[in-house]
């Protein structure tokens, strides 16, 4: 029996990425009911059985090795399914390979009569939400991407840091591509409703350093991959929030990847913007009021998603 009070998450891709969500939802208390599912069954039994052992010192949770029926009553679809980045690659040379993935996954979900949310974190993200959307049917705002939500974390530690103040205050937020055309949008960026150029400047902060911090963020994920071979914690962490947004219908602002309507002279595309994260999935779009360089810099962004994303879906139908 399942009563009202009764959440469920389904993960599809049981991973680095996607057992550290499985940890992250453990820990932090989140769903009552948690499935996880991926090709390799036994490591999904080996890592629900682990899993379970947390719930003592955090809170009860059904958590257990699955399928894609199980999808049908679920609230959340987490994707973290695909093949990794590999050391030298960018997240666009995933493209071919993990569409054709998703195509595998995205149908029995939504064969199981699943009626919930997609969360998508799979690279190159923007690419393989937009194709979750168009596989699955789903209205838009039904469908979400880890998006800049990592980035954007990464910039806000990095300034911390700098002005050695909470992560948390740090309203800063990397958009467009979640990738290498990304960007800072310093220009709106406040640090306890104190423009952020004017902190900037207090602690001797040059544009240039600005221009290195938003570099480092850029490539924080190419620091990580050489050292230890992929990274999980941080885009897990974000997907946890993603998550508990919409289970506790928070209207959260989030860094998502986020279907434009016409915001920031976009549409068709799934691209990373800060936007507000409920019951419903996609609440709305924050549009950011850019400066013409960022809007110019969010045009280009667009621009690559755009064209890689047709070429890899003509290329999935061939």
Not at 59 to 76: E, F, I, Q, R, T
Not at 242 to 264: C, F, S, V
Request: overall charge negative.
């Amino acid at each position: 029996m399942t009563t009202k009070n009764h959440q469920k998450v389904v993960l599809v891709g049981d991973g680095a990425v996607g057992s550290a969500y499985a940890y992250s939802m453990m820990n932090q208390g989140i769903a009552e009911e948690f499935v996880i599912v991926d090709v390799v069954k036994e490591r999904t039994e080996g890592d629900a059985l682990d899993l379970e052992d947390a719930q003592v010192f955090t809170s009860p949770k059904n958590v257990y090795s699955g399928d894609y029926s199980d999808c049908k009553d679920a609230d959340v679809v987490v994707i973290t399914a695909g093949a990794p980045q590999k050391p030298g690659e960018t997240r666009l040379d995933l493209v071919n390979k993990n569409l054709k993935i998703l195509s595998s996954i995205v149908k029995p979900v939504v064969e199981s009569g699943f009626d919930g949310i997609f969360v998508v974190a799979a690279n190159p993200v923007d690419i393989l939400t937009y194709a979750t959307w168009k596989f699955s049917g789903f209205p838009k705002e039904k469908v979400i991407g880890s998006g800049t939500s990592l980035d954007t974390s990464r910039l806000r530690v990095a300034l911390a840091k700098k002005f050695n103040v909470d992560p948390r205050n740090v309203e800063a937020y990397i958009m467009g591509e979640h990738g290498d055309s990304e960007f800072a949008a310093y220009d709106e960026a406040t640090v306890g409703s104190k423009p952020l150029k004017v902190v900037a400047k207090e602690h001797g902060l040059t544009d240039d350093d600005l221009a290195k911090i938003e570099d480092d963020t850029r490539n924080k994920a190419y620091e990580i991959i050489n050292r230890k071979g992929a990274t999980y914690y941080g885009v897990a962490t974000c997907l946890m929030r993603i998550t508990k947004a919409i289970l506790r219908d928070e209207n959260a602002i989030l860094p998502i990847g986020a279907a434009l309507n016409g915001e920031y002279g976009l549409d068709d595309i799934f691209i990373g913007t800060p936007a507000i994260v409920n019951a419903n999935g996609l609440g709305g779009v924050i549009e950011v009021p850019l400066s013409d360089k960022e809007k110019d810099l969010m045009a280009k962004s667009a621009e690559t998603l755009k064209k890689v994303t047709q070429d890899g879906l003509a290329a999935l139908e061939n």
